[in-house]
């Protein structure tokens, strides 16, 4: 990453590695290496943001269509409102804008890039839009102040809080525990284990953590270095023979090292294993890495792969005596064993015969085409377990503020791994913002002066946080039952922080502003009409494709459904592009659908990760 400053000394940005820097006029541009993406920064004099736009994008050398929906945006540090321009797909590209106000004077943002585009480089294009900033911009510092300590008032207000915007945020159940100074202050269930239901959430109430289960995967792995039984520079194929990626050669290097650190430049390809999940074992997914290929060079671009962070902890299971074959098992085994038993975790498991049996679990519900979230049958998340390491771990409130001690703990003799070993999970890998980098199975990001490490974790119906400030002391676990709540889980993670401080509430306005915004999306979308019924009639049958398998359109009752066998959903015409079908219900929520009528052909998703279906006779 390059700073870059106006000539005038206006403001400042970050030109990401390998994008091109010219003038447009009055503007600052910004051109992907491919020259498939472009930004455009720069101040307006006009005093109105639609002005400031239209002649944005007009010293831009652009014409962009009228504007599908101009809305509010969450105000960053340093401005004091922001308003976003959100326009229809044209020509294959996909156009944004945004405003940003501060003492009366606009900046102006300007994006454009094919879809495909913006998923091989979308954090790349997030550090430079991040590290937009007027150059006289006062953000709050708390570099080296040390926090309060949180006393029974903090800690009712914070609880006041999470119970307000749980309602507010559509989210039935909640836990939330919070750690300083080593102890346990705070472990509180909120809501309900099942909307409409009378069953409470405790701290002892399972519920699923997602992602956050990555940084189990490589503390598991550190431990593993440490006995001298892994190294993070070991080619993969030294463990795994079977190992292999598209390129032959680069197959021959990637190291334990490389698959968890989200900096591959390994695409996000989740539907190869949710389409298929039934079928899929880890031996199954690390056979079908072989067709994998890379976005970016190594180190270029933040990218988010499951099947790579999943065959770490696979790594780690064979490192600890697991056969191929067993790997599954393996992994779960050596994770109880190192991580769980140490800790005290004792309903902690990615075992989902065990939940179900125990009783005690949250359901999972996810956002649907009404407008509200649903219940989801517990075995939906099972189409996780193909990448287990990666985010299938259930665990609890009580479980996980055993977990946060035990980070926070680490350099003390109750540390689970030793100090330089937790030094090398949270050293930056790869930039994700101008703020933020990923290290290895964690987030590590500047937040007003403290370094702050944190994990999100996002299932069909679950939606958790876990974050921590090591040189404060101090730490919060959010576990949610609702998928798809990160406004959620980010309000209560930031009011913590805000409390533990001692700061003023600043972040809620934006919070409630991505409320809105999402409110007005489920509003959207609860108009969707159904497929008309001669449409559903052409389109009924069984399809499929050589990477997902098969799927089948069935006619229900008047509603077409979209059925890959793991579950199932009814497709509604987008009312956000007409000619595009949306899935309007169930774990794939607003996935996009499109149906060519002539060669009968269904397209699955957009842009670089789009699938087609062909039908079967």
Same mark, same amino acid.
């Given at each position: 990453?390059?700073?870059?400053?106006?000539?005038?000394?206006?403001?400042?940005?970050?030109?990401?590695?390998?994008?091109?820097?010219?003038?447009?006029?009055?503007?600052?541009?910004?051109?992907?290496?491919?020259?498939?993406?472009?930004?455009?920064?720069?101040?307006?004099?006009?005093?109105?943001?639609?002005?400031?736009?239209?002649?944005?994008?007009?010293?831009?050398?652009?014409?962009?269509?009228?504007?599908?929906?101009?809305?509010?945006?969450?105000?960053?540090?340093?401005?004091?409102?922001?308003?976003?321009?959100?326009?229809?797909?044209?020509?294959?590209?996909?156009?944004?804008?945004?405003?940003?106000?501060?003492?009366?004077?606009?900046?102006?943002?300007?994006?454009?890039?094919?879809?495909?585009?913006?998923?091989?480089?979308?954090?790349?294009?997030?550090?430079?839009?991040?590290?937009?900033?007027?150059?006289?911009?006062?953000?709050?510092?708390?570099?080296?102040?040390?926090?309060?300590?949180?006393?029974?008032?903090?800690?009712?207000?914070?609880?006041?809080?999470?119970?307000?915007?749980?309602?507010?945020?559509?989210?039935?159940?909640?836990?939330?525990?919070?750690?300083?100074?080593?102890?346990?202050?705070?472990?509180?269930?909120?809501?309900?284990?099942?909307?409409?239901?009378?069953?409470?959430?405790?701290?002892?109430?399972?519920?699923?953590?997602?992602?956050?289960?990555?940084?189990?995967?490589?503390?598991?792995?550190?431990?593993?270095?440490?006995?001298?039984?892994?190294?993070?520079?070991?080619?993969?194929?030294?463990?795994?023979?079977?190992?292999?990626?598209?390129?032959?050669?680069?197959?021959?290097?990637?190291?334990?090292?490389?698959?968890?650190?989200?900096?591959?430049?390994?695409?996000?390809?989740?539907?190869?294993?949710?389409?298929?999940?039934?079928?899929?074992?880890?031996?199954?997914?690390?056979?079908?890495?072989?067709?994998?290929?890379?976005?970016?060079?190594?180190?270029?671009?933040?990218?988010?792969?499951?099947?790579?962070?999943?065959?770490?902890?696979?790594?780690?299971?064979?490192?600890?005596?697991?056969?191929?074959?067993?790997?599954?098992?393996?992994?779960?085994?050596?994770?109880?064993?190192?991580?769980?038993?140490?800790?005290?975790?004792?309903?902690?498991?990615?075992?989902?015969?065990?939940?179900?049996?125990?009783?005690?679990?949250?359901?999972?519900?996810?956002?649907?085409?009404?407008?509200?979230?649903?219940?989801?049958?517990?075995?939906?998340? !099972?189409?996780? $377990?193909?990448? &287990?390491?990666?985010?299938?771990?259930? /665990?609890?409130? #009580?479980?996980?503020? %055993? =977990?946060?001690?035990?980070?926070?703990?680490?350099?003390?003799?109750?540390?689970?791994?030793?100090?330089?070993?937790?030094?090398?999970?949270?050293?930056?890998?790869?930039?994700?913002?101008?703020?933020?980098?990923?290290?290895?199975?964690?987030?590590?990001?500047?937040?007003?002066?403290?370094?702050?490490?944190?994990?999100?974790?996002?299932?069909?119906?679950?939606?958790?946080?876990?974050?921590?400030?090591?040189?404060?002391?101090?730490?919060?676990?959010?576990?949610?039952?609702?998928?798809?709540?990160?406004?959620?889980?980010?309000?209560?993670?930031?009011?913590?922080?805000?409390?533990?401080?001692?700061?003023?509430?600043?972040?809620?306005?934006?919070?409630?502003?991505?409320?809105?915004?999402?409110?007005?999306? !489920?509003?959207? $979308?609860?108009? &969707?009409?159904?497929?008309?019924?001669? /449409?559903?009639? #052409?389109?009924?049958? %069984? =399809?499929?494709?050589?990477?997902?398998?098969?799927?089948?359109?069935?006619?229900?009752?008047?509603?077409?459904?979209?059925?890959?066998?793991?579950?199932?959903?009814?497709?509604?015409?987008?009312?956000?592009?007409?000619?595009?079908?949306?899935?309007?219900?169930?774990?794939?929520?607003?996935?996009?659908?499109?149906?060519?009528?002539?060669?009968?052909?269904?397209?699955?998703?957009?842009?670089?990760?789009?699938?087609?279906?062909?039908?079967?006779?």
């Amino acid at each position: 990453m390059t700073p870059y400053t106006d000539p005038q000394g206006r403001f400042s940005l970050i030109k990401p590695e390998g994008w091109q820097t010219y003038a447009a006029g009055p503007l600052v541009a910004l051109t992907s290496p491919e020259g498939d993406i472009a930004l455009w920064f720069g101040m307006s004099d006009a005093k109105q943001a639609t002005d400031a736009v239209t002649s944005a994008w007009w010293a831009a050398g652009e014409v962009a269509p009228d504007p599908q929906t101009i809305v509010p945006a969450p105000t960053r540090e340093g401005f004091d409102k922001a308003t976003a321009f959100v326009y229809p797909p044209a020509d294959g590209q996909f156009r944004q804008a945004v405003v940003e106000e501060l003492d009366g004077q606009l900046f102006v943002t300007l994006l454009r890039g094919s879809l495909a585009a913006l998923e091989r480089r979308g954090a790349q294009v997030n550090i430079a839009v991040t590290g937009f900033q007027p150059t006289d911009a006062a953000g709050i510092d708390l570099t080296g102040v040390v926090p309060s300590q949180l006393d029974a008032a903090d800690l009712a207000a914070l609880g006041s809080y999470v119970e307000e915007n749980r309602v507010l945020f559509d989210v039935p159940g909640a836990v939330v525990a919070v750690v300083q100074d080593g102890e346990v202050l705070l472990v509180q269930g909120f809501g309900l284990r099942s909307a409409g239901g009378t069953e409470l959430v405790t701290p002892d109430t399972r519920m699923m953590i997602g992602s956050v289960g990555k940084s189990m995967t490589t503390l598991l792995m550190a431990g593993l270095v440490e006995e001298g039984l892994l190294d993070w520079n070991q080619p993969v194929q030294d463990i795994l023979p079977d190992f292999a990626v598209a390129d032959p050669e680069l197959s021959k290097t990637i190291t334990v090292e490389n698959l968890v650190c989200a900096c591959s430049g390994v695409p996000r390809r989740d539907m190869e294993f949710l389409f298929n999940a039934r079928e899929l074992d880890a031996e199954a997914v690390i056979a079908s890495l072989a067709s994998f290929e890379f976005f970016t060079a190594f180190g270029e671009a933040f990218q988010y792969s499951n099947q790579l962070v999943a065959t770490g902890g696979w790594v780690a299971a064979a490192a600890a005596g697991s056969r191929w074959g067993d790997l599954d098992d393996g992994y779960a085994t050596a994770l109880a064993k190192r991580v769980f038993e140490p800790l005290g975790m004792t309903r902690s498991t990615l075992d989902f015969d065990e939940v179900q049996a125990d009783g005690d679990y949250a359901v999972p519900h996810a956002p649907h085409g009404s407008g509200q979230r649903r219940g989801l049958k517990v075995q939906t998340e !099972a189409a996780l $377990l193909p990448v &287990a390491p990666a985010g299938a771990h259930w /665990s609890t409130g #009580a479980d996980m503020a %055993r =977990y946060l001690q035990a980070l926070l703990a680490v350099g003390t003799a109750d540390g689970l791994i030793a100090p330089e070993s937790f030094a090398h999970l949270t050293t930056p890998q790869v930039p994700v913002s101008a703020s933020m980098s990923y290290g290895l199975g964690w987030f590590v990001e500047t937040w007003r002066g403290q370094r702050l490490i944190h994990h999100g974790g996002n299932t069909f119906g679950f939606t958790s946080e876990l974050a921590f400030l090591p040189e404060a002391g101090a730490g919060i676990v959010i576990l949610t039952n609702a998928g798809r709540a990160n406004d959620f889980v980010r309000a209560v993670r930031t009011r913590f922080l805000e409390i533990l401080f001692e700061q003023p509430q600043s972040h809620h306005d934006g919070a409630l502003i991505a409320r809105t915004e999402a409110t007005r999306q !489920a509003n959207e $979308l609860a108009g &969707a009409a159904p497929i008309p019924s001669g /449409s559903a009639h #052409a389109a009924e049958g %069984r =399809y499929h494709s050589p990477v997902l398998g098969e799927v089948s359109l069935v006619r229900e009752r008047g509603r077409l459904v979209l059925d890959i066998g793991e579950f199932s959903g009814e497709l509604r015409i987008d009312p956000r592009q007409p000619g595009r079908w949306v899935i309007w219900e169930g774990p794939l929520f607003t996935y996009p659908i499109a149906y060519e009528s002539e060669t009968c052909v269904l397209t699955f998703g957009e842009g670089a990760t789009a699938y087609d279906f062909v039908p079967l006779e």
